[in-house]
T-cell receptor, first 114, second 120 residues
Framework: DTEVTQTPKHLVMGMTNKKSLKCEQHMGHRAMYWYKQKAKKPPELMFVYSYEKLSINESVPSRFSPECPNSSLLNLHLHALQPEDSALYLC?????????????FGEGSWLTVV | AQKITQTQPGMFVQEKEAVTLDCTYDTSDQSYGLFWYKQPSSGEMIFLIYQGSYDEQNATEGRYSLNFQKARKSANLVISASQLGDSAMYFCAMREVGDTLTGGGNKLTFGTGTQLKVEL
């Protein structure tokens, strides 16, 4: 079983809605990540948090707003999304961002924007 | 430029047989890591195996082994004794270490994946 927990599993939202995706890990990992995966494509990195600070933003539009309240939690706030933002959003964590340690993923949140 | 190449969009294998999924990579870094993940239709990205660039021995995890040929820049996944539950998409990925001055970053770049189907 994965030790990275993502909620909700499925989310349908309108283009004017504000919603959030949540991710939690209790492995003591200090690096957490958001990836976006479109259908039949590989995941693409969005954000990296290291020690609760944003260390990488892959030029993601501002309608996606990440937040790391503490070392165990990672949120992705969604506002004014477009239908093309519909995708699988994967959260991941690793022990430390620049180490060779394994990067573990959650089960993902399937987002549909209508 | 694409740094991870998986040339097999789809593969079929009979149950109990072994199968090799190909992965080649390109990097100028001396220190890097290579991962294989399995993604069933449910969407979860399941870690299978990891190989560091300085590891002299090929990594093994149960029925999974990684055939690491550094000079050829290849990191093929071998699954022995295939099972019906192995049917899934398989991704090869490479870890790049980011700029430590800006806080670093453990960026994973994925290949396009290989869809494996295990048949009776």
């Amino acid at each position: 079983d994965t030790e990275v927990t993502q909620t909700p599993k499925h989310l349908v939202m309108g283009m004017t809605n504000k919603k959030s995706l949540k991710c939690e890990q209790h492995m003591g990992h200090r690096a957490m990540y958001w990836y976006k995966q479109k259908a039949k494509k590989p995941p693409e990195l969005m954000f990296v948090y290291s020690y609760e600070k944003l260390s990488i933003n892959e030029s993601v539009p501002s309608r996606f707003s990440p937040e790391c309240p503490n070392s165990s939690l990672l949120n992705l706030h969604l506002h004014a999304l477009q239908p093309e933002d519909s995708a699988l959003y994967l959260c991941a964590s690793s022990q430390w961002e620049t180490s060779g340690n394994t990067i573990y993923f959650g089960e993902g949140s399937w987002l549909t924007v209508v | 430029a694409q740094k991870i190449t998986q040339t097999q969009p789809g593969m079929f294998v009979q149950e109990k047989e072994a199968v090799t999924l190909d992965c080649t990579y390109d990097t100028s870094d001396q220190s890097y890591g290579l991962f294989w993940y399995k993604q069933p239709s449910s969407g979860e990205m399941i870690f299978l195996i990891y190989q560091g660039s300085y590891d002299e021995q090929n990594a093994t995890e149960g029925r999974y082994s990684l055939n690491f040929q550094k000079a050829r820049k290849s990191a093929n996944l071998v699954i022995s004794a295939s099972q019906l539950g192995d049917s899934a998409m398989y991704f090869c990925a490479m870890r790049e270490v980011g700029d430590t001055l800006t806080g670093g970053g453990n960026k994973l770049t994925f290949g396009t994946g290989t869809q494996l189907k295990v048949e009776l």
